[in-house]
């Protein structure tokens, strides 16, 4: 089965829609959205794109679309960044269930693909942690391959002889800038989608009613935090969330 992995778009509509235009996406038998869809400058038209793809996307839940849906209701507590409970108030009714009812994982011939960890949704763990935090996070996972998100940095490496991948993130990449993902097929490619960053920022600014999305483009979208940066702010987090 071939399958492309999207992991961390919030609500940025070009880089999606770049990485959908992609020859392997369109070929893929299956897409697994990895979570952390929505919370961003585009949050229903990255909704109803999404949804168009119909029985060929898997969804998996992240954090932000569970805190997102309880934020909404106004039963849950905002994330410390501005663009998330403006995000939060765009979603309508009939977003909400659907976010509800999301999985914590799925599995796709043999393959384990979450938001974080298989546990959690709000787990950190990186390429560099050690191996006893591995084994805790995986402990009872029988599946030879992990495929996780969450922390926008793309790797793959092997814990205790399981291979853990992490597309990094289409949305909001640390790292080099562009739409990460990755496609499983027969193998694992961790690709990198590149599109005309200034034309999707001024799509942004054009588009969302975010009162700072110059700004928040201008960081996300334009000028992405580099790995060395994420990997100093999570080492220091533990298994706080993103």
């Known amino acids: 089965m071939k399958v ?24 893929a038998d299956r897409i697994v959205l990895l979570g952390d869809m929505l919370a961003g400058p585009m949050p229903v038209e990255t909704f109803e794109r999404l949804r168009a793809l119909g029985s060929r996307a898997d969804w998996v839940r992240g954090n932000a679309d569970r805190e997102l849906a309880e934020s909404a209701r106004g039963s849950g507590t905002f994330v410390p960044d501005p663009i998330f409970p403006w995000a939060a108030q765009q979603l309508r009714p009939e977003h909400l269930p659907v976010l509800d009812a999301l999985p914590l994982t799925v599995t796709l011939d043999g393959v384990l693909f979450c938001h974080a960890t298989p546990r959690d949704d709000t787990e950190i763990v990186l390429v560099d942690s050690p191996p006893e935090r591995w084994a805790e996070v995986l402990d009872g996972i029988s599946a030879s391959t992990i495929v996780c998100g969450h922390t926008h940095m793309p790797f793959v490496r092997l814990a205790d002889r399981r291979l853990v991948v992490n597309p990094g993130s289409v949305g909001m990449p640390y790292g080099a800038r562009g739409a990460h993902w990755a496609l499983l097929d027969g193998g694992v490619q961790l690709r990198r989608t590149e599109y005309d960053a200034e034309a999707a920022c ?41």
Do not use: M
Request: negative net charge.
């Open 202 to 242: 001024r799509f942004l600014v054009s588009r969302s009613a975010y009162p700072g999305i110059e700004e928040w483009a201008d960081f996300f979208v334009r000028n992405p935090a580099s790995d060395v940066e994420a990997l100093r702010v999570f080492s220091g987090r533990g298994t706080s969330s993103t």
């Open 4 to 27: 492309a992995v999207l992991s961390d778009i919030h609500g940025v509509l070009p880089a999606l829609e770049a990485v959908l235009a992609e020859p392997d996406v369109r070929s």
